[in-house]
T-cell receptor, first 111, second 109 residues
């Protein structure tokens, strides 16, 4: 398939654990976005890459959140010392010509 | 800053009823506007888009017109089906991508 893929689809973590969420964008898409979607809410912007450069990380809620895209393709969102308020669906999107294509998301539950 | 305000739900309609979901926006510059749909357990899918004022986006019987004078992009469908039950998000592409809070639609037979 040529769509955006994310893994894992579901992640349960104990409070204080570190987690890593992976995003495989559509091949050739330069731009990649991460969003956090709380239950019953719209996606909230976290961070944005153009190729390997992280151009905007203003949406990251704390310094426990870190994202990288070292080769300009696959991206990883890492959350350190997870807290219950981090429970949400994390969406990745790759973009071309202002249109965003979303992956299925990773549902993170922090116990 | 840029933002999207979307009609709150949930909305429940009978099959073949007319649907309107209101969306207004605030933006500097000339954003593109989008409607995304999220079916239960799935990711967001682009439903339709409009890139400039007076453009009409359409797909699967849904339509929305980019109205600069009223800063609106209302979603409409003349006759909804049970399969249209989903959450609908209005969004704009400016400096970043901004989403509304979503409107849940349930269509009953």
């Amino acid at each position: 398939g040529a769509g955006v893929s994310q893994s894992p689809r579901y992640k349960v973590a104990k409070r204080g654990q570190d987690v890593a969420l992976r995003c495989d964008p559509i091949s050739g898409h330069v731009s990649l976005f991460w969003y956090q979607q709380a239950l019953g809410q719209g996606p909230e912007f976290l961070t944005y890459f153009q190729n390997e450069a992280q151009l905007d990380k203003s949406g990251l809620p704390s310094d426990r959140f870190f994202a990288e895209r070292p080769e300009g393709s696959v991206s990883t969102l890492k959350i350190q010392r997870t807290q219950q308020e981090d429970s949400a669906v994390y969406l990745c999107a790759s973009s071309i010509e202002r249109e965003q294509f979303f992956g299925p998301g990773t549902r993170l539950t922090v116990l | 800053g840029d933002s999207v305000t979307q009609m709150e739900g949930p909305v429940t309609l009978s099959e073949e009823a007319f649907l309107t979901i209101n969306c207004t926006y605030t933006a500097t510059g000339y954003p593109s506007l989008f409607w995304y749909v999220q079916y239960p357990g799935e990711g967001l899918q682009l439903l339709l888009k409009a890139t400039k004022a007076d453009d009409k986006g359409s797909n699967k019987g849904f339509e929305a017109t980019y109205r600069k004078e009223t800063t609106s992009f209302h979603l409409e469908k003349g006759s909804v089906q049970v399969s249209d039950s989903a959450v609908y998000f209005c969004a704009l592409s400016g400096v970043q991508f901004y989403f509304g809070t979503g409107t849940s639609l349930t269509v009953i037979p």
